[in-house]
């Protein structure tokens, strides 16, 4: 038996650090960062790593909530390119390393089959290979990436960039079985008798129609069709046609730009709610219009059209005004009556959603299921009825984000290594310590660096062909990029018996975020003329707007008594606690 690692997970680790606690895989954002602000990308990289197996991937693809809530906001209006330094990192690390991996592990420890080698099933092997496990990963598709490699276009996800992060796996030990089919070549129940788990990763391949008539008609593809035929180079002869794709989600926009590609003549956008409803980034939508895809808002298809009644000529529609919000916040559609008008067409791409294929799993298994026909799992485990079989990502949900079912990876080999050891999976929770950071040092004038735009190949280059339409960063934006960064580890702490209220960090803070206790307010205080600290009053000497501020440091180099100074979390080092006794507000 090899040597067990143990997963260890405390969210108190990156509790006040936006971008950290956005991310469903709560990457190390500020570290990297960074990292990348003092041009060491090698360890930027590294450090990514530890938390997410497909770097490279999610630098280009993410949906980066990191960004979301970024601090930096509240300077410029303008988060830090979060994502797009990912990407630096991970291309600098894969030119100066190789593509190729340079060594092979293999485990000693018991046997786990995962059925789909989707970045959900791959994250989960990639993380059970690392504890020593022995993982074989059964793909229906003749390659490995799943949804990557199937649903994304080489413009925005370039195939060697998936195959560099696939070989990486690999190289820890996970055998990757392509072109097996669970159900056709392999049985689950055999796979039982082999394997002491089994996840079911096998993502949602299966096209969702729009239940209106005409869908028979020839000319209909469906969006996940349709991309798998674009990313596997089969026939799809679009010269000249008139295209309509109906949504608004990432794999609308990556049919309608490959359809501008593949040589349509006009490609549309049919979407039921506004701009501002439609699920996809700003970029996507602006890229995809220069490109010449045409956005149609508020209008929902309602009959397809065929003259010859067998080619699709048109599609009838009707046009939507904006009601009440449904369950998902955005405000619902409703139809206009005696609004209908028709667009004509040759080719219709519905593209609205997948759903998972329950094909291979037999009736006979006795999986419980949910009302919306997929098997039901535990949402914290992800385990099944059926002891010892797991199953995680779109396969239990239909089409999701990337980062998000890699993040579903994470939980499932956790909850696996803990059923394997017999260990209760509320149990092994890490310790955290608090250390003095002091404040970051930063580049003089960080607060006015610009956001750094990633460049892009020309519209002629773009519109022609399936090279990859962003270039990311130089290495000299991407450094100065990093230090745009307000590095929200470092948590504002105030160490109330030491201070004198002096009001110098009331004077000096640039944004207003601390407000001081006026000596003249306490003037006739009984309490304070006893010596009865503020705290004990129930009264805070100095207060602070903590979403306000932005680390510079002024008030802990101007405080005459050291009463202020950043602390940050880590790790407990049991043998080396530190202690901070002194810190008796932390705001």
Known sequence: MGKRYKFKVNPKLYEGIPCQTNCPVHTDVRGYVTLISQGRFEEAYDLIRETNPFPSVCGRVCQHFCEVNCSRQRIDDKSVSICTLKRSASDYTLRK?????????????????????GPAGLTTAHDLARLGYRVTVF?????????????????????????????????????????????KDIQIK?????????????GAHKPV????????????????????????????NLKGKRVGVVGG???????????????????????????????????????????????????????????????????ECIKNELGEPDKSGRRKPVPVKGSEFVMDLDIIVPAVSQAPDMSFIGDSMGFRMTNWGTIAVDPSTFDTNIKGIYACGDFITGTRDV???????????????????????????????????????????????????????????????FKEVETGFTGEDAMMEGKRCLQCNHIWTHLTEKCFLCKNCEDVCPVNCLTVVRLDELAHNRFFNENIPLITQGIIPVEIKRELCIRCGLCEQVCPADAITFISTRPAKKEKMVILEEVTSLL
């Open 209 to 236: 129609k729009l239940n209106i008539l005409g869908e028979e008609y020839e000319g209909l593809i469906h969006g996940a069709t349709f991309m798998q035929k674009v990313n596997m180079n089969e026939p799809l």
């Open 97 to 117: 390393r190789g593509k190729q991996p340079s060594a092979k592990f293999y485990g000693t420890l018991e046997k786990v089959a995962v059925i789909g080698a």
């Open 403 to 465: 980062i998000n079912v890699i993040a579903d990876g994470h939980k499932s080999a956790m909850a696996i290594d803990k059923f394997l050891r017999g260990v209760d999976a509320d149990e092994e929770i890490e310790e955290i310590e608090r250390v003095v950071v002091g404040y970051p040092r930063k580049e003089r004038g960080y607060d006015t660096i610009r956001r750094h735009k990633a460049m892009t190949i020309s519209i002629e280059n773009r519109v022609s062909t």
């Open 139 to 183: 793909e229906s598709l003749p390659f490995a990436g799943g949804m990557l490699i199937a649903g994304i276009p080489a413009y925005r996800l370039p195939r060697d960039i998936i195959q560099a992060e696939v070989d990486y796996i690999k190289s820890i030990g996970v055998d990757i079985k392509l072109n097996t089919k669970v159900g």
């Open 249 to 315: 989600g990432f794999t609308a926009m990556d049919a309608s730009r490959s359809a501008i590609r593949l040589g349509a003549s006009e490609v549309y956008i049919i979407y039921r709610r506004t701009r501002e409803e439609i699920p996809v980034n700003e970029k996507e939508i602006i890229e995809a219009e220069e490109e010449g895809v045409q956005f149609k808002y508020l209008i929902s298809p309602v009959r397809i059209l065929s003259r010859d009644g067998k080619n699709i000529s048109g599609v």
């Open 190 to 202: 055999d796979l039982m008798k082999e394997y002491k788990a089994i996840l079911i990763a096998a």
